[in-house]
């Protein structure tokens, strides 16, 4: 799998290791609003899901 880091959408940075992108995200999170991290199957390019630190999780 490959990750990016996104903003609306759009790729801003990768691939990364998820290590990586994880630390990039909490890296850049201060300056952008809205950044997620898409992961992104490396065969077929499709996106297979989304790390989204902003949002909550229900209980």
Not at 24 to 47: M, S
């Amino acid at each position: 799998m490959h990750y990016y880091i996104s903003y609306k959408g759009r790729r801003l940075k990768g691939p990364l290791t998820r290590e990586d992108a994880i630390k990039e995200l909490f890296e850049l999170k201060r300056t952008f609003k809205g950044l997620t991290i898409v992961i992104v199957d490396e065969q077929t390019g499709k996106i297979k899901g989304e790390i989204n630190p902003g949002r909550k999780r229900r209980k």
